[in-house]
Nanobody, 122 residues
């Protein structure tokens, strides 16, 4: 059974940076596209970024484009989300997930991590 474990969240001031990591185990990591989503209290889960199995193709939500960068290291079974120029509205729990299709819809992802909290203070 695959497992995903996120790390790297925390409290940061507006304008600061964080790098989230998502370590995968239990399946052939390089066979899957990987996505990052976030969910703030009282709000729906929101797509953030997705990267294809090889790491060549990426897609971002408009709200994070130019500030966030998704990447992966298949040798380490890990996907990353570098977040720069953070804003208070980026505050949320961030989740990584796996999918076999190229999609931004959360219900097309089959395995999810437990999430890591990111809080951006103004």
């Amino acid at each position: 059974q695959v497992q995903l474990v996120e790390s790297g969240g925390g409290l940061v001031q507006a304008g600061g940076s964080l790098r989230l990591s998502c370590a995968a185990s239990g399946r052939t990591f390089s066979n899957y596209n990987m996505g990052w989503f976030r969910q703030a209290p009282g709000k729906e889960r929101e797509f953030v970024a997705v990267i294809n199995w090889s790491g060549i193709i990426t897609k971002y939500a408009d709200s994070v484009k130019g500030r966030f960068t998704i990447s992966r290291d298949n040798a380490k079974n890990t996907v990353y989300l570098q977040m720069n120029s953070l804003k208070p509205e980026d505050t949320a729990a961030y989740y990584c997930a796996t999918t076999r299709v190229w999609t931004v819809k959360w219900n097309d992802y089959d395995v999810w991590g437990q999430g890591t909290q990111v809080t951006v203070s103004s």
